[in-house]
């Protein structure tokens, strides 16, 4: 797709709700690493590295749906990490450095589908501006 700009209110709810939930998991896993570890069967200091990335993703997931209009690359960088994130859930537990626990692996599941339908959202959002750009 050959588009400069994008924008749409369904993009930005969609980066909205990927914000807040990004956010929200960001604090919690940040601030609940150490009692959440052995309950997960993961790494409490794995946890807390990942709440701390996600708060910035999220502060940026808020910025760009703070925007009327905005270039696709942004979008699609979150889109890409996103996808990220599913793939690395994947490979923590099936062969991670841990062993999940199966609250763990309900968990990561659970964080990994979430994902998934953001970053589906996500570019189904980018191929809304896309359409609404051209029209």
């Given at each position: ?44 200091a ?54 999940p ?15 998934a ?19």
């Amino acid at each position: 797709m050959n588009v400069k700009n994008v924008s749409g209110t369904f993009l930005r709810r969609a980066l909205l709700l990927d914000g807040v939930a990004s956010g929200a998991m960001g604090v919690l896993m940040a601030a609940a690493a150490g009692p959440m570890g052995p309950l997960l069967g993961l790494e409490p200091a794995l946890l807390r590295a990942a709440g701390l990335g996600l708060i910035p993703f999220a502060l940026l997931l808020g910025y760009l749906a703070s925007r009327a209009h905005l270039s696709a690359w942004p979008v699609w960088f979150v889109v890409a990490v996103n996808a990220l994130w599913v793939v690395d859930s994947v490979l923590l537990m099936t062969h991670g450095p841990t062993a999940p626990t199966g609250l763990g692996m309900a968990f990561v599941t659970a964080q990994a589908l979430a994902v998934a339908l953001f970053a589906a959202l996500e570019y189904a959002g980018l191929r809304r501006g896309a359409t609404a750009a051209m029209a």
